[in-house]
């Protein structure tokens, strides 16, 4: 038996579907529920020829589903002294998530969401929650009927979908577009533009304050894009004596940027594309100080750029500088 488990161990062939992890599984002595998701993970050995190369096996044991919230492994000894322990008629975090880092839970007290029950999706606020060896679970006060439900788990919770009325409370308490707001009780919970929750007002004015940047019109945002904070590669020809011109490459950082849907102080948009003649966003390019450049006189401060503009001159990943900053304007 020991050889059989042993050739199983360190056999070279990786899992490709539900039915071969099972397989590989039950081979392996685990419940008939769990399965092994094994890779092949090539080790160079500093030659050409991928085909030749050793390959080390990688094996995760999950106690049921790998797609839903289940216990996971990644040592075979841990999975195996579990398994003796484990009760197939509730397969949802009977340790603790094993190897995988503590559950945390997705919805708070106080949040919106919709309810799972009978094949059918009902408005709900969550009441509260508990969390134990079989999950997270919460109770839920239904809206409809104004009843309540205890040991509801998370795979039958979602958030409630975005309602207009949000972002009109949100504008009405001074929050700027993009935010949302709904009401718990006596009290308010704000949502902004990028995903952040905040449980009080004065916190939410505070991350306001934190992404704009003040003193133009509109203000340029500082955070709630996926550009901003990104490395650009920007080329600009400068025209010298007759017909010399010279090609400068800069550096630089998108560190703000203009919503389409954002006014001036006038109500005009904050910026309209001369390519389109419609409302656009425009982003806010700060190039580094090069002391030392041959033509430092020649350098640019900062550049607004369309978004297509920014995206054709984006620098990979592993090429960002690391240390060094942008000028402040």
Request: hydrophobic share 30%; glycine share 6%; proline share 6%.
């Amino acid at each position: 038996m020991n050889d059989f488990i042993s050739r199983i161990l360190y056999d070279p062939t990786a899992t490709t579907d539900a039915r071969s992890e099972r397989h590989l599984a039950v081979a392996l002595g685990y419940p008939s529920t769990w399965r092994v998701c094994r890779r092949l993970i090539p080790v160079s050995d500093g030659e050409d020829n991928c085909n030749a190369q050793p390959k080390l096996i990688q094996d995760v044991i999950y106690a049921g589903n790998p797609n839903k919230d289940v216990d996971r492994w990644y040592c075979h000894e841990a999975a195996q002294l579990a398994s003796t322990e484990f009760k197939g008629d509730s397969p949802c975090f009977q340790f603790e998530g094993g190897h995988m880092t503590q559950q945390l839970p997705k919805f708070q007290k106080g949040d919106k969401v919709e309810v799972r029950y009978s094949r059918k999706w009902y408005a709900a606020e969550i009441l509260k929650r508990k969390a134990g060896k079989k999950g997270i679970k919460y109770t839920v006060l239904y809206t409809e009927d104004n009843s309540s439900q205890e040991n509801v788990r998370e795979v039958n919770i979602r958030l409630a979908p975005p309602d207009s009325s949000a972002y009109e409370l949100a504008g009405t308490l001074g929050l700027p577009e993009g935010w949302k707001a709904t009401k718990n009780n006596k009290r308010f919970i704000f949502e902004s533009p990028d995903g952040l929750t905040f449980r009080n007002k004065k916190s939410a004015l505070a991350h306001v304050k934190e992404t704009v940047v003040e003193g133009e019109d509109p203000p340029w945002r500082a955070a709630g894009h996926e550009l901003i904070g990104k490395f650009v590669l920007h080329t600009h020809i400068q025209k010298l004596s007759g017909a010399r011109s010279l090609s400068i490459d800069q550096i630089g950082k998108v560190v703000g940027w203009i919503s389409d849907s954002d006014t001036d102080r006038q109500g005009q948009p904050g910026y309209v594309s001369e390519k389109t003649n419609a409302p656009a966003a425009l982003f806010h390019v700060a190039f580094e100080e090069a002391p030392g450049h041959a033509y430092p006189k020649y350098l640019l401060e900062y550049q607004d750029l369309e978004e297509n503009e920014i995206r054709e001159i984006l620098m990979p990943e592993d090429e960002e500088p690391k240390s060094k900053r942008p000028r402040t304007n």
